[in-house]
């Protein structure tokens, strides 16, 4: 027997749907035009790099190598490299690549590299500035997004487009908005709000979840910020606290950005994507809860939202913690070596950022989920309980006949 597939039927092209396309297409031209006249910026140079450019290569021979006997590399090595890209295209250059872990690379025949390159008329100067790891990174992101639509269908999609969103929006909206003197800390509330509304709109659609989704995923991000403000005053933290802080005065001074909220903008963009998977799943819960049992009391389906919720806390915070707690595992694992008294270790700069995100995070975690409850109970149950469902009529049966017989006792 062949086994019949259900498929969800379209949407009808009413007149609704034709206006909701229109007003959709009207927005992306506007946000298109908006992203083009923000990035149409003069930046400040800050250093001049004028016939210095950086190009794709391969190692075709190694004039001088630095491997030891023991394994180690001691010095810089001498190679030939043939240019794919740039004025020397074609050509074999020769150029040094040093031992470090940062820069250079371990050469041999056939390595692809990055080579940074100054000409100043036939003269040449190329070093080897990194392994080629463009095309590493290109497979895997199409790996990763092939799995997505595999695995997840249209959802999964639908979730790729989002994540491409979020970081165009990071990227392109973000980034020349803080470097135009706009304040890092409202522009990441904006950018989640953006980036969350698309994305839980390809999600979710024009629904009542969707926006109960949307509605949780901002308060909860807004709450991280505002956590993480009121730790930063009582413990002495801010934005001047980073390690990079030396070349980001350079750039403030210089570009008139905002450094000082740029610690506090990167916590709400990291705590989004956990806040956000809390947010749709509650609103999904409970939006399933009320559609098969619609004469639920708003008290039991807030009830019932919370013991949901509830059980997303642990996991989620758990997780906020540990990726946090990962960036910072080369501090930890210096400061155990070196035996740093715990008072030290504690009172550092860079562990109590570390603290503050990890912790003010997963306050934006738990507290959404009773944002999300609350918003889910009052927009679901905004146009009262449905009306219950008449009890099906049993047939009516003929009136028994005089002359019919009857049952023997």
Request: hydrophobic residues 50%.
């Amino acid at each position: 027997m062949k086994r019949q597939t259900i498929r969800k039927p379209k949407e009808p092209l009413t007149r609704a749907v034709v206006i909701r396309r229109v007003v959709i297409a009207v927005l992306v031209a506007v946000f298109c035009v908006f992203v083009a006249l923000i990035n149409d910026v003069d930046k400040v140079v800050m250093n001049s790099r004028e016939g210095q450019t950086f190009e794709r290569g391969t190692v075709t021979q190694v004039l001088r190598d630095n491997l030891q006997e023991d394994g180690t590399r001691v010095g810089d090595q001498i190679v030939m490299i043939l240019m794919k890209t740039g004025v020397r295209k074609g050509e074999e250059i020769m150029a040094t690549s040093s031992n470090g872990y940062l820069f250079g690379a371990a050469c041999e025949p056939g390595t692809n590299v990055v080579v940074m390159q100054s000409i100043a008329g036939e003269d040449t100067v190329a070093s080897v500035y990194a392994p080629d790891r463009e095309i590493p990174i290109y497979i895997f992101a199409l790996v990763f997004i092939a799995l997505l639509c595999l695995i997840g269908g249209k959802q999964g999609a639908k979730g790729a487009v989002g994540i491409v969103f979020s970081f165009f929006c990071i990227i392109f909206v973000y980034l020349p908005l803080v470097y135009r003197g706009l304040s890092p800390f409202w522009l990441a509330v904006f950018v989640c709000a953006l980036t969350t509304v698309v994305t839980m709109y390809l999600i979710g659609g024009p629904t009542k979840k969707t926006a109960v989704a949307i509605g949780g995923t901002i308060a909860g991000v807004v709450v991280s910020g505002i956590a993480a403000t009121i730790f930063g005053v009582a413990a002495g933290i801010s934005g001047y606290n980073v390690e990079d802080i030396e070349t980001l005065l350079t750039i403030e001074n210089a570009a008139n950005v905002q450094v000082s909220g740029l610690l506090f903008a990167g916590l709400l963009i990291s705590s989004l994507g956990a806040v956000m998977d809390v947010a749709m799943s509650i609103a999904s819960a409970v939006n399933e809860l009320y559609e098969h049992n619609p004469q639920i009391s708003n008290k039991e389906l807030f009830k019932a939202g919370i013991h949901v919720g509830r059980d997303m806390m642990g996991t989620d915070s758990n997780t906020l913690i540990l990726a946090f707690a990962g960036t910072s595992l080369s501090t930890l694992v210096l400061d155990y070596a070196y035996n740093l008294p715990y008072r030290q270790i504690i009172n550092s700069g860079s562990i109590g950022i570390e603290i503050m995100q990890g912790l003010c995070g997963s306050f934006g975690i738990i507290l959404s989920v009773p944002i999300t409850v609350a918003l889910a109970v009052l927009l679901l149950t905004r146009h009262g309980k449905r009306a219950a469902a008449l009890p099906a009529q049993a047939p009516e049966t003929a009136p028994e006949s005089a002359d019919a017989p009857k049952p023997e006792a």
